[in-house]
């Protein structure tokens, strides 16, 4: 019978002791939050052998506490967490260090035992020294497609002048989690250079994982920590660290070849394009010279011109690949080899061209486009278009090989006008110098006719000043249309912006920095280094009203990070 009693009572206990939610009443909805920390944050002389608590306000479940705790600087031997009830413990397998300021991040992955999860990432700072570290970094991480953003931010200490790359992809030595708005802060860092990045953790490993997991990462490569406080953006960079490859290759002729890159060729380092070579896989005196490499305009498309004609055999392209950051030696590289089939035929046959005309109604500032099924170029880099009343307008496009002919007008046009282009096929020329040339029932159609937005529907000029901001010879502003989707820029004027003709409707303002001089934003790349240019969107919404010269219009870029606030989904 005595027996039985102690049963039911060690039965009774073990049922208490299992954390499960209570049952009955109003659903628990509210996060978990910290009442106290032993230490106190901030605490200095902090003996290296004794263990860390948090103490929070409801009961949390154990395994997501396991998954949401990060000591930094990271220790050798790592750390053990330990839950019970409302009480979080971290103890150190070994010791801390001496003299050492530590950082523990709990990130938002930690719940109560109803799932609810801890609404801010709480940061707790303590040191087994006499004080703490001084160095301070601040900063915002912005996306421009309007993201709903709360990714962790990395920071990488820099051991030498070339840090390599796969550096980007280990265990930071600090980390930290940004806001709901995408801000963050490093208090109490160690002093000197570090590399800064930010990535959505989407396996919660605190690690970026290449070509998986959206980067971010500011315009400096390495920033220095001291005293002094900085504030870094970081933007959308791309982390995948693939080599650059050559996809294709293939004869157009039995002087030419034309190939694509896995990537945008112009991240393929060009200075180790004088290491290509081509070699017959079947007799080794058939090699090939080749005379030029060209890369295509507006493609990642390339040209191999040779100096002695292919033969009907197969050959070898042997390349190096490039992902790394600087031009390395002969015994560093890596070659990759391309097999293809040599073409002894000699190209005789007239390239394919479409015209591709603004669709109407067209801005008064469109590009004019010429596609060619192969590579091609125009002869006359200058010539005309004309309206209605006969007024002509000079274009000019670029005198280069490439997949499509670009033609851009040298004014303005008018507005509710109707434009012609009709230039002669046989100035279109490919490779090997064969003219473009098309049967008579198809020329009237291949002539460009387009019209321009009606006057009516027309805002005159949009002009304004961004508040704080001076001149910057590298900066560009945008108009982007929500009904039409176009986006105008306008060269930075003493920190402000004049849009001329422009679609009417309602739209938004953002700037970039133009730090290549291509007049197009772009995104940075962390391996090989390209900096992300600088885009800041503002969400405030602007009338480009109908036949109005609209000034004065003040957009506010005092404090970018503090005023970077993103969207809900679906506004």
């Given at each position: 019978?005595?027996?039985?009693?102690?049963?039911?009572?060690?039965?009774?206990?073990?049922?208490?002791?299992?954390?499960?939610?209570?049952?009955?009443?109003?659903?628990?909805?509210?996060?978990?939050?910290?009442?106290?920390?032993?230490?106190?944050?901030?605490?200095?002389?902090?003996?290296?052998?004794?263990?860390?608590?948090?103490?929070?306000?409801?009961?949390?479940?154990?395994?997501?506490?396991?998954?949401?705790?990060?000591?930094?600087?990271?220790?050798?031997?790592?750390i053990?967490?330990?839950?019970?009830?409302?009480?979080?413990?971290?103890?150190?397998?070994?010791?801390?260090?001496?003299?050492?300021?530590?950082?523990?991040?709990?990130?938002?992955?930690?719940?109560?035992?109803h799932?609810?999860?801890?609404?801010?990432?709480?940061?707790?700072?303590?040191?087994?020294?006499?004080?703490?570290?001084?160095?301070?970094?601040?900063?915002?991480?912005?996306?421009?497609?309007?993201?709903?953003?709360?990714?962790?931010?990395?920071?990488?200490?820099?051991?030498?002048?070339?840090?390599?790359?796969?550096?980007?992809?280990?265990?930071?030595?600090?980390?930290?989690?940004?806001?709901?708005?995408?801000?963050?802060?490093?208090?109490?860092?160690?002093?000197?250079?570090?590399?800064?990045?930010?990535?959505?953790?989407?396996n919660?490993?605190?690690?970026l994982?290449?070509?998986?997991?959206?980067?971010?990462?500011?315009?400096?490569?390495?920033?220095k920590?001291?005293?002094?406080?900085?504030?870094?953006?970081?933007?959308?960079?791309?982390?995948?660290?693939?080599?650059?490859?050559?996809?294709?290759?293939?004869?157009?002729?039995?002087?030419?070849?034309?190939?694509?890159?896995?990537?945008?060729?112009?991240?393929?380092?060009?200075?180790?394009?004088?290491?290509?070579?081509i070699?017959?896989?079947?007799?080794?005196?058939?090699?090939?010279t080749?005379?030029?490499?060209?890369?295509?305009?507006?493609?990642?498309?390339?040209?191999?011109?040779?100096?002695?004609?292919?033969?009907?055999?197969?050959?070898?392209?042997?390349?190096?690949?490039?992902?790394?950051?600087?031009?390395?030696?002969?015994?560093?590289?890596?070659?990759?080899?391309?097999r293809f089939?040599?073409?002894?035929?000699?190209?005789?046959?007239?390239?394919?061209?479409?015209?591709?005309?603004?669709r109407?109604?067209?801005?008064?500032?469109?590009?004019?486009?010429?596609?060619?099924?192969?590579?091609?170029?125009?002869?006359?880099?200058?010539?005309?278009?004309?309206?209605?009343?006969?007024?002509?307008?000079?274009?000019?496009?670029?005198s280069?090989?490439?997949?499509?002919?670009?033609?851009?007008?040298?004014?303005?046009?008018?507005?509710?006008?109707?434009?012609?282009?009709?230039?002669?096929?046989?100035?279109?020329v490919?490779?090997?110098?064969?003219?473009?040339?098309?049967?008579?029932?198809?020329?009237?159609n291949?002539?460009?006719?387009?019209?321009?937005?009606?006057?009516?529907?027309?805002?005159?000029?949009?002009?304004?000043?961004?508040?704080?901001?001076?001149?910057?010879?590298?900066?560009w502003?945008?108009?982007?249309?929500?009904?039409?989707?176009?986006?105008?820029?306008?060269?930075?004027?003493?920190?402000?912006?004049?849009?001329?003709?422009?679609?009417?409707?309602?739209?938004?303002?953002?700037?970039?920095?133009?730090l290549?001089?291509?007049?197009?934003?772009?995104?940075?790349?962390?391996?090989?280094?390209?900096?992300?240019?600088?885009?800041?969107?503002?969400?405030?919404?602007?009338?480009a009203?109908?036949?109005?010269d609209?000034?004065?219009?003040?957009?506010?870029?005092?404090?970018?990070?503090?005023?970077?606030?993103v969207?809900?989904?679906?506004?």
């Amino acid at each position: 019978m005595i027996s039985r009693v102690v049963l039911g009572i060690a039965l009774f206990i073990v049922h208490c002791a299992h954390q499960v939610p209570p049952s009955g009443g109003e659903p628990d909805t509210t996060p978990p939050s910290i009442k106290t920390t032993s230490p106190a944050s901030g605490s200095v002389s902090h003996a290296p052998t004794k263990a860390i608590t948090l103490t929070f306000n409801e009961w949390i479940e154990p395994k997501s506490a396991e998954k949401s705790i990060t000591l930094f600087p990271p220790l050798d031997d790592g750390i053990t967490v330990k839950v019970r009830g409302k009480n979080l413990q971290i103890v150190p397998e070994n010791t801390f260090a001496e003299s050492t300021t530590y950082h523990i991040e709990l990130n938002n992955t930690l719940k109560d035992l109803h799932g609810n999860s801890l609404g801010t990432p709480f940061h707790f700072v303590f040191s087994t020294g006499a004080s703490l570290d001084s160095g301070r970094i601040t900063g915002c991480v912005i996306d421009p497609r309007k993201k709903i953003l709360q990714p962790k931010v990395a920071l990488i200490r820099w051991n030498s002048d070339t840090i390599a790359d796969s550096m980007l992809f280990e265990k930071p030595s600090y980390l930290t989690q940004t806001d709901s708005t995408g801000n963050f802060v490093f208090d109490h860092i160690s002093e000197g250079p570090y590399v800064l990045l930010a990535y959505l953790d989407q396996n919660n490993d605190n690690r970026l994982q290449p070509g998986k997991e959206q980067a971010y990462a500011s315009s400096e490569r390495k920033i220095k920590i001291g005293t002094r406080p900085l504030l870094v953006m970081l933007f959308p960079a791309v982390s995948d660290t693939a080599a650059i490859r050559v996809k294709s290759l293939s004869p157009i002729s039995e002087m030419y070849l034309i190939g694509t890159f896995s990537d945008s060729s112009a991240l393929y380092n060009k200075k180790l394009f004088s290491k290509w070579t081509i070699s017959a896989y079947d007799k080794s005196d058939m090699g090939l010279t080749i005379d030029t490499i060209l890369l295509l305009h507006h493609s990642n498309r390339f040209v191999l011109q040779l100096e002695n004609p292919m033969e009907q055999t197969g050959y070898d392209l042997i390349y190096p690949q490039t992902q790394l950051l600087h031009t390395p030696d002969n015994d560093s590289l890596r070659f990759d080899t391309l097999r293809f089939n040599g073409f002894a035929a000699e190209d005789t046959m007239a390239p394919k061209v479409t015209f591709f005309a603004p669709r109407s109604p067209a801005d008064l500032n469109p590009r004019i486009v010429i596609a060619g099924s192969e590579p091609i170029r125009c002869d006359s880099v200058e010539w005309f278009i004309t309206d209605t009343t006969g007024d002509t307008i000079l274009v000019r496009c670029d005198s280069g090989y490439g997949d499509t002919v670009v033609f851009i007008p040298q004014r303005s046009l008018g507005c509710s006008r109707d434009y012609s282009f009709s230039i002669p096929w046989e100035f279109f020329v490919d490779l090997v110098g064969n003219k473009a040339s098309f049967p008579h029932d198809t020329l009237e159609n291949l002539k460009g006719t387009f019209s321009t937005i009606d006057c009516d529907n027309l805002c005159i000029s949009l002009s304004g000043q961004g508040k704080c901001l001076h001149h910057n010879p590298d900066r560009w502003w945008v108009f982007t249309s929500f009904s039409s989707k176009k986006s105008y820029y306008a060269k930075d004027e003493n920190g402000g912006f004049a849009f001329d003709s422009l679609l009417a409707g309602d739209g938004s303002f953002a700037f970039f920095e133009d730090l290549n001089s291509d007049s197009l934003p772009n995104r940075g790349r962390l391996t090989p280094w390209s900096a992300p240019e600088p885009y800041i969107p503002f969400y405030d919404t602007v009338e480009a009203r109908a036949r109005w010269d609209i000034e004065g219009i003040e957009v506010p870029a005092c404090d970018l990070c503090k005023r970077f606030e993103v969207p809900t989904q679906g506004e």
